[in-house]
């Protein structure tokens, strides 16, 4: 079976500076992982996603993550938070491949706030 | 990036009545779409997962009597609560899966049941 796990439900930063939402998972086989931003009443939105191939992942808006197989980990990061990446923000898994393609399991995800 | 779209957004009902959501691609077919639900401050808990043209799978401890899934075009999903009851309030979300690429969500609907 597969999980998410988020550290730290909120994270607080002031704008300009960096910002570091923490994933961690487990999952039988090689994973894809995605990164989504839920803004308050609204669907998700893919920031990134990792498949295969090169372990450091681009995404829309500045965002990037890493996926650490050694450390079972795919952290975002944005090197200067603007007021408008407020959101919530979800780390997901999926198996690749087999029944449950496309399906996801999400972590409980982590409220980032920006201060002025 | 594919759109897919879901409707309504918000939705308020009595208790005891039925509501319908449903979830479109729009730009291409989906022969897999996912039900989603997320309680207030929670993250999303897959419900079922709706394949065209047959029935659904339901999540451990997801009344299928309850949450109706019918997935009768390639680019048409809909969930309908039955019997609603206030304890179903939440905010219901859809995914469709495109082959090769991944899941793109709707916009979420709002239910509230007074």
């Known amino acids: 079976a597969q999980s998410v796990t988020q550290l730290g439900s909120h994270v607080s930063v002031s704008e300009g500076a960096l910002v570091l939402l923490r994933c961690n998972y487990s999952s039988s086989v090689p994973p894809y992982l995605f990164w989504y931003v839920q803004y308050p009443n609204q669907g998700l939105q893919l920031l990134l996603k990792y498949t295969t191939g090169a372990t450091l992942v681009k995404g829309i808006n500045g965002f990037e993550a890493e996926f650490k197989k050694s450390e079972t980990s795919f952290h975002l990061t944005k090197p200067s938070a603007h007021m408008s990446d407020a959101a919530e923000y979800f780390c997901a898994v999926n198996d690749a491949g087999g029944t449950s393609y496309g399906k996801l399991t999400f972590g409980q995800g982590t409220i980032l706030t920006v201060h002025p | 990036g594919a759109v897919v779209s879901q409707h309504p957004s918000r939705v308020i009902c009595k208790s005891g009545t039925s509501v319908k959501i449903e979830c479109r691609s729009l730009?291409?077919?989906?022969?897999?779409m996912f039900w989603y639900r997320q309680f207030p401050k929670q993250s999303l808990m897959l419900m079922a997962t709706?394949?065209?043209?047959?029935?659904?799978?339901?999540e451990q401890g997801v009344e299928k009597d309850k949450f109706l899934i019918n997935h009768a075009s390639l680019t048409l999903s809909t969930l309908t609560v039955t019997s609603a009851h206030p304890e179903d309030s939440s905010f219901y979300i859809c995914s469709a899966f495109r082959v090769n690429t991944e899941a793109f969500f709707g916009q979420g609907t709002r239910l509230t049941v007074v």
């Open positions: 730009d291409f077919q989906a022969t897999t």
């Open positions: 709706s394949n065209e043209g047959s029935k659904a799978t339901y």
